[in-house]
């Protein structure tokens, strides 16, 4: 009895050691990038750039409030957000029943593969001038080209976990004569599930980043719109203010909402998930 | 119950074929616990997941009850050494995986698997995910998913192998009660000859590669054995002389692939 107390008298000291580090790090995390708005400002007030190009931290914060109030931020901060997630929802939709084809069958990958490994390297933007012409300019042609740039991550992906799935993960299900679709639900995706949620995040990565290029060319909303848009008007305290606001949200949804995702499953289940 | 009759299993490799298992005839009664002993590498787990269906042996049969086997089927559940339960289930939902796969109805389910787990003492563990447990008590469930589809034979491969000494003690005597309770047709394989001739009413000896039956030995104590008694320490040298040739010829087979590899 005694030597259970003490056992875990001594794990809540760990974890509140764990806590005191974590906190640490965090407090230098914070300490850098304040030192970077430092620097920043220093540099404004050195003068080396002309203030037309180069915005202050201030002015940053008050075209942030300025957007936000005329509802100019909301207004492209939602386009953008909702091609993204149309478009990364597609590759998925698309990217994951074809990614377990090809990790479950030979011949699927042999006929499929080559044809897959040509066009992954073909850069998202590169599809914008056609997604223009068989789109028009806005909401399709940007979920085009974010679907093309991001279905590989996950097919890839969902490819590789269904093909390296434990073997007797297999056997069990052919020794209780699992019916195909039944295997598929219920041993395929959830074991592939650490690749599958990587690839979702790569996707989801790889879209947010070409969005904004996507939306200064075949787009009148967005926040890439938001940021060109600027440029005409020398407003580089916009250009920041945008710039701000992506990286805000891309943090928010690779650091909290997948995390949460992976904490609901593979935590859950004392699986790995993979970097 | 169970009849193999003239079977073998040839792999092909690189520079030819290796013969793995060879004229293996055996007869299991129905309700018999029977344990398949040799030395690593003899191929006795491929033999039991040829009966069990996963692997085509190169020739012979296989018959359950007089009927030809050749894919799983709802007469055979096997136990695997490593426990193969699917982390991402609860325990509830590993016991009744099979049952679920036969499409047998929710509540149908969960009165088999509660019912189970309480047989394997774990019936507050249901709503568990397997990372939760303990070796023997995963083990335990996966004895459970075995017994929920109500086979006719229970096929075991090495089920205890990973787990320490203790444990597993506890765990052979725990399968005896669960045996005396369902009454299965078993087959168990191991390389322990203590735990063969503890829970086996015969245990057949294998040969090295290629793996035949070299002798089987009748258990005639009555359980539970007493693994100090004199008879059983007799029974324990005569099986340890037949299998020390086997485990020298096996090392020396494993040195040499070593060796050429």
Redesign the interface.
């Known amino acids: 009895m005694s030597e259970i107390a003490i056992e875990s008298a001594a794990a809540r000291r760990e974890s509140a050691g764990h806590r005191r580090r974590l906190s640490r790090e965090t407090r230098l995390g914070w300490a850098t990038i304040l030192a970077f708005l430092v620097l920043w400002k220093l540099v404004h007030a050195s003068g080396i750039f002309p203030p037309w190009a180069f915005p202050s931290p201030e002015q940053v914060l008050m075209a942030f409030v300025k957007t936000l109030r005329s509802g100019e931020l909301l207004k492209n901060t939602w386009a953008s957000v909702a091609r993204q997630l149309v478009g990364v929802a597609l590759a998925a939709l698309v990217g994951i029943p074809l990614g377990i084809a090809l990790g479950a069958s030979r011949n699927a990958r042999a006929a499929l593969l080559p044809l897959c490994r040509l066009m992954y390297p073909i850069p998202g933007i590169a599809w914008i001038p056609l997604a223009i012409l068989w789109f028009g300019i806005g909401f399709k042609s940007t979920v085009f080209v974010i679907f093309f740039s991001g279905i590989w991550p996950i097919l890839f992906n969902t490819m590789t976990g269904v093909a390296t799935l434990?073997g007797?993960?297999t056997?069990?299900?052919?020794?209780?004569?699992?019916?195909r679709l039944?295997y598929v639900r219920?041993?395929l995706i959830?074991?592939s599930?650490p690749y599958i949620i990587t690839g979702i995040r790569l996707t989801y990565g790889v879209g947010w980043r070409v969005i904004v290029g996507a939306e200064m060319i075949s787009s009148i909303t967005g926040l890439g719109f938001m940021i060109d848009d600027a440029r005409w008007q020398l407003r580089p305290d916009i250009m920041v203010a945008g710039m701000i606001t992506i990286a805000l949200i891309g943090w928010v949804m690779e650091n909290w909402a997948f995390d949460w995702l992976e904490r609901v499953?593979l935590e859950?289940?004392?699986?790995k998930s993979i970097a | 119950m169970l009849e193999i009759r003239a079977l073998s299993k040839r792999y092909a490799v690189d520079d030819g074929e290796i013969l793995a298992l060879a004229d293996i005839d055996v007869e299991i009664d129905e309700g018999e616990f029977v344990c398949l002993l040799g030395p690593s590498g003899c191929g006795k787990s491929t033999l039991l997941k040829i009966v069990a269906g996963l692997i085509p042996p190169s020739d012979g049969v296989i018959r359950i009850a007089r009927r030809e086997v050749t894919a799983p089927g709802p007469d055979r559940a096997v136990v695997f050494q490593d426990y193969a339960l699917f982390p991402w289930m609860t325990v509830a939902d590993n016991v009744e995986f099979g049952l679920a796969a036969r499409g047998v109805p929710s509540e149908r389910r969960r009165a088999v698997s509660g019912e189970l787990l309480r047989a394997v003492g774990l019936a507050e563990f249901a709503g568990k995910y397997p990372h939760h447990l303990s070796g023997g008590m995963k083990q335990r469930v996966s004895i459970a998913r075995a017994l929920a589809v109500d086979p006719v034979l229970l096929l075991m491969d090495e089920p205890f192998g990973a787990l320490d000494a203790q444990t597993r003690f506890v765990m052979q005597r725990e399968l005896l009660r669960v045996w005396r309770t369902y009454r299965k047709t078993v087959l168990f394989v191991t390389h322990s000859i203590e735990e063969a001739l503890y829970l086996g009413d015969r245990v057949l000896v294998m040969t090295a590669r290629p793996g035949r039956i070299k002798a089987a030995i009748a258990v005639p104590q009555e359980r539970p054995r007493d693994i100090a008694s004199l008879e059983f320490t007799r029974l324990r040298a005569h099986t340890l002389d037949l299998l020390s040739d086997e485990i020298a010829k096996s090392m020396a087979q494993e040195a040499t692939a070593e060796l050429t590899s």
């Not at chain 1, 859950?268 to 699986?271: A, D, I, L, T």
């Open positions: 434990d007797q993960y056997d069990v299900a052919r020794v209780y004569l699992a019916p039944f219920r041993i959830p074991g599930l499953t859950r289940w004392g699986m």
